[in-house]
């Protein structure tokens, strides 16, 4: 399925293990071990929510929903998220993957100097701003050096 629909190729297998490519320069391998024997996977605790893969833009997503419809999977229709846009389709196995586009982009509600300093939220997650704010660990805000460069490591 990631070979004819997503449009990886096959770069390597051996014992069990197959390393997939794609032709973006970030983010297109993707390893697989082979393992039989497993129940179908289901969501809770410990469990991966879906895969993220990236279409540079509205045309390479639309062609890459289309490979996948003709390949027999249901594809979700195109989800504004504000700052990339998704659609989402499920696997053979079950597992939720996601196409998003690399724009708008995250600094479309703030600058790219500003990134990362305050919590961006999509405009549908607003009103939800005082429950997720307090699911967050607390980071400082104005870290030291030395906070920087222990954090790097």
Known sequence: MLVSGVGLRVQAEEEGRLRLAGDAPVGSIVDLR???GFWRGAGGVG???????????????ERLGRRLTDAGLRVTPVQDRQYFRSIYFREPGGVLFEIATDGPGFATDETAADLGRRLALPSWLEPDRAVIEAGLAAFPSDPTESEVANAAR
């Open 34 to 36: 082979q393992i039989g």
């Open 47 to 61: 469990t991966v929510h879906h895969v993220a893969f990236r279409a540079q833009d509205d045309s390479a997503q």
